[in-house]
């Protein structure tokens, strides 16, 4: 299994920014998969999750409303789109993959991260 993500920089507050993750080493439209962030001295947050079909997606009440998650399955890649950065947003984001298909399973392989930092 082998997740990369890539998209990640510094943006303005209220900026926008878009991550990918290119996934490979297994079925990828078989399995739910998330996003989550480490910011600088702090736990772990999940973030946003979403379902094989990408039709159902779920959020973290600190992202909601400006935060989107996406997948195509075709690509073997599973997107966020950060729209309304604020600084609270400056974190390194991690792509995970889920165990099983629904987005309650366990996060069980995670990739390197891309660091977002939200400064002006």
């Known amino acids: 299994v082998q997740l990369v993500e890539s998209g990640g920089g510094l943006a303005q507050p209220g900026g926008s920014l878009r991550l990918s993750c290119a996934a490979s080493?297994?079925?990828?439209?078989?399995?739910?998969m998330s996003w989550a962030r480490q910011a600088p001295g702090k736990g772990l947050e999940w973030v946003s999750g979403?379902?094989?079909?990408?039709?159902?997606?779920y959020y973290a009440d600190s992202v909601k409303g400006r935060f989107t998650i996406s997948r195509d399955n075709a690509k073997n890649t599973v997107y966020l789109q950060m729209n309304s950065l604020k600084p609270e947003d400056t974190a390194l984001y991690y792509c995970?993959?889920?165990?099983?298909?629904?987005?309650?399973?366990?996060?069980?392989?995670w990739g390197q991260g891309t660091q977002v930092t939200v400064s002006s």
């Open positions: 995970a993959k889920h165990a099983a298909g629904y987005s309650s399973s366990s996060l069980n392989y």
């Open positions: 979403i379902n094989t079909g990408g039709s159902s997606t």
């Open positions: 080493g297994f079925t990828f439209s078989s399995y739910a």
